[in-house]
């Protein structure tokens, strides 16, 4: 797929990912709708497209107000006519013990991480139908395929935007929408605290830099990737763990172990 003069709506546009995600569709010549919840962010962020050459054009949206994704949709569909390409990316999560983390935080990770991804799919879906094409990229995590200790919260809301990715593919197996979802491992950006970095520095785990991994992304995107996996062994081990979860409840135990000593409670 050639993404020049193709119309994108980007959410988290302004994070880490978002932000990298954003110059490269940029260069590639894609028109951009950048969505965060700082307007100063966006302006900041289009600015920097424009100045580059680049067209962006931005819209502000808090996932945790109520009716705030269909409304992003209208907004969207309205101001900028066809929507080629949705790129779900805005999520949040925290490094922490399971109890020690408030029932209201774990409703606004599921909010965030799985009801506004999938709403926003679904507001944005009927008008990919009437278009007869469309692409819609969910960036997931390889904890969406593999539970690790501490991210309980997190890993349920990437493994269910893992399963819907998975199942709206095959509904629309016969139609030219396509959707894509995206597996990182860690990530330097400040999603990442001072604690999980260090606790990945002690156990071995491996962490990309924002900028490869949106590299990786738009090369998904352009060649209409069904999923793709970043990192090993991170990804050797979120497939192993599909078929034989008491191997790698073994190979996590050590792990485990020296995690919990960063752990953070909130």
Known sequence: MQLKNKCI?????????????????????????????????????????HNKGGNAKTLVADFEVPGSVPQLAQQATQQFGNIDILINNAGILDFIQFEDQSPERIAQVINTNVTAPILLAHALLPHFKTNNQGHLVMIGSILGSLGFPHYATYCASKFAVH??????????VDTNIAVTYIAPRGVNTPMNDAATLAM?????????????????????????????????????????????????NLGLKKQAKAARAFVVKK
């Open 9 to 49: 709506l980007l959410t988290g546009a302004t994070g880490g990912i978002g932000k990298h995600l954003a110059l490269q569709l940029a260069r590639k010549g894609a028109n951009l709708i950048l969505v965060g919840r700082d307007s100063t962010k966006l302006d900041s962020l289009a600015q920097l497209i």
């Open 163 to 172: 399963g819907f990715s998975q199942a709206l593919r095959r509904e629309l």
């Open 200 to 248: 990945l520095a002690k156990t071995g785990g491996n962490i990309d830099e924002p900028e490869k991994v949106a590299t990786i992304i738009v090369k998904a995107i352009e060649h209409q990737k069904q999923e793709v996996f970043i990192g090993q062994p991170e990804s050797f081990f979120a497939w192993l763990n599909g078929f034989m979860p008491r191997v790698v």
